[in-house]
């Protein structure tokens, strides 16, 4: 999407920016969470119910106590602040096992540290895998993305919303191109390639190509871990403005086992990591800007959530972008989630 998006939606916004001091709480969060009728033709409103909000009231699978919706629950009050020293933290806590992905220099070839710098990503000599011991397939890569080019992968966030992309503005007739406004007020989520279908929970047989950055991305990360060739065929984004949440829910459309890579931007929140049933508490861990969350085998299929996120969670700062202001102050408020996925075999 070109600069003058950005331009315009900073013209359009800058006079509340200035008043309000870019509140968070007041920018975005009044817009997003209120619950008001809405007359016809009025902005799509969006509440704090997200696409998995019937998952989360849904039993356990098993026939038990759903212990991850309680956890949950903790996780997502707001008054009071729940207690975080209990999220792990990836690169510091014992309960993760850690190594180089590359043990030699050998092992890195000049193509793949090439593209590896094209994409954003730090040098491949300096990737570092975390990992369960307990939760085969469940890998983390912490910091993997620089942070000077979280502004970049927000700007294409913001252009993959761009139609024929579908979005959850589509069912109201609205789109990003037409009013900027809405990239800050209303959006929630949108989908590339072979495009998921919220209603049906299925993907159809076949969709428009992945950007070529997000092919070459999952590709890149699957073939590091040692986990085959990718052929990424469709993303999906999800944006959190503050005191968002996404439910617990499984991601079991795909037709192919491929790893689910998944990319953090913005602002850091709380990742619930959970087992195949509700019935076992999930684990709390940090997601931060750059980290990369990749589900593999059996953990493809386990429940997760993100509870809550946002500056009064674990504040991450960006320095302000003189060329498009709205760029930092998005991610010094917000999140943006990235997973890129392979729906065909």
Same mark, same amino acid.
């Given at each position: 999407?070109?600069?003058?998006?950005?331009?315009?939606?900073?013209?359009?916004?800058?006079?509340?920016?200035?008043?309000?001091?870019?509140?968070?709480?007041?920018?975005?969060?009044?817009?997003?969470?209120?619950?008001?009728?809405?007359?016809?033709?009025?902005?799509?409103?969006?509440?704090?119910?997200?696409?998995?909000?019937?998952?989360?009231?849904?039993?356990?699978?098993?026939? @038990? /106590?759903?212990?991850?919706?309680?956890?949950? $629950?903790?996780?997502?009050?707001? +008054? &009071?602040? #729940? %207690?975080?020293?209990?999220?792990?933290?990836?690169?510091?806590?014992?309960?993760?096992?850690?190594?180089?992905?590359?043990?030699?220099?050998?092992?890195?070839?000049?193509?793949?540290?090439?593209?590896?710098?094209?994409?954003?990503?730090?040098?491949?000599?300096?990737?570092?895998?975390?990992?369960?011991?307990?939760?085969?397939?469940?890998?983390?890569?912490?910091?993997?993305?620089?942070?000077?080019?979280?502004?970049?992968?927000?700007?294409?966030?913001?252009?993959?919303?761009?139609?024929?992309?579908?979005?959850?503005?589509?069912?109201?007739?609205?789109?990003?191109?037409?009013?900027?406004?809405?990239?800050?007020?209303?959006?929630?989520?949108?989908?590339? @390639? /072979?495009?998921?279908?919220?209603?049906?929970? $299925?993907?159809?047989?076949?969709? +428009? &190509?992945? #950007? %070529?950055?997000?092919?070459?991305?999952?590709?890149?990360?699957?073939?590091?871990?040692?986990?085959?060739?990718?052929?990424?065929?469709?993303?999906?984004?999800?944006?959190?403005?503050?005191?968002?949440?996404?439910?617990?829910?499984?991601?079991?459309?795909?037709?192919?086992?491929?790893?689910?890579?998944?990319?953090?931007?913005?602002?850091?929140?709380?990742?619930?990591?959970?087992?195949?049933?509700?019935?076992?508490?999930?684990?709390?861990?940090?997601?931060?800007?750059?980290?990369?969350?990749?589900?593999?085998?059996?953990?493809?299929?386990?429940?997760?959530?993100?509870?809550?996120?946002?500056?009064?969670?674990?504040?991450?700062?960006?320095?302000?972008?003189?060329?498009?202001?709205?760029?930092?102050?998005?991610?010094?408020?917000?999140?943006?989630?990235?997973?890129?996925?392979?729906?065909?075999?």
């Amino acid at each position: 999407m070109s600069l003058s998006i950005f331009t315009s939606l900073w013209k359009h916004t800058k006079p509340s920016w200035i008043r309000e001091n870019w509140n968070c709480s007041r920018s975005i969060n009044a817009f997003m969470m209120r619950e008001q009728p809405q007359e016809e033709g009025a902005e799509p409103r969006i509440s704090e119910k997200d696409q998995y909000g019937e998952s989360s009231d849904s039993d356990d699978g098993g026939g @038990g /106590v759903n212990e991850f919706k309680a956890v949950f $629950k903790r996780y997502k009050k707001r +008054r &009071p602040w #729940p %207690d975080f020293s209990d999220v792990i933290d990836i690169k510091t806590s014992p309960l993760l096992q850690s190594r180089l992905v590359f043990s030699s220099p050998n092992e890195i070839s000049p193509e793949k540290s090439e593209l590896a710098e094209n994409l954003g990503l730090i040098h491949p000599s300096e990737w570092r895998v975390y990992s369960f011991p307990d939760r085969i397939g469940l890998y983390l890569l912490p910091g993997l993305l620089k942070k000077q080019n979280s502004g970049m992968w927000l700007k294409r966030a913001f252009s993959y919303a761009k139609p024929p992309n579908i979005t959850n503005l589509t069912i109201h007739g609205k789109d990003v191109e037409t009013d900027p406004s809405l990239l800050t007020k209303a959006l929630r989520w949108t989908t590339l @390639g /072979v495009e998921y279908d919220w209603n049906t929970k $299925k993907y159809p047989e076949n969709g +428009r &190509p992945v #950007p %070529d950055e997000l092919f070459q991305l999952g590709n890149l990360i699957s073939n590091s871990l040692k986990l085959g060739d990718m052929r990424p065929d469709a993303t999906i984004l999800n944006y959190y403005p503050p005191k968002s949440a996404l439910s617990p829910h499984v991601d079991k459309s795909e037709r192919s086992n491929a790893p689910l890579i998944s990319m953090s931007l913005g602002q850091t929140a709380v990742y619930l990591s959970g087992a195949l049933s509700l019935s076992e508490p999930p684990i709390p861990l940090w997601l931060s800007n750059g980290d990369f969350l990749i589900m593999h085998g059996e953990q493809r299929l386990v429940y997760h959530a993100i509870p809550c996120i946002g500056p009064k969670v674990k504040p991450v700062h960006f320095d302000k972008d003189e060329q498009s202001p709205m760029i930092s102050d998005y991610l010094n408020c917000s999140r943006i989630n990235f997973t890129i996925r392979q729906v065909n075999p």
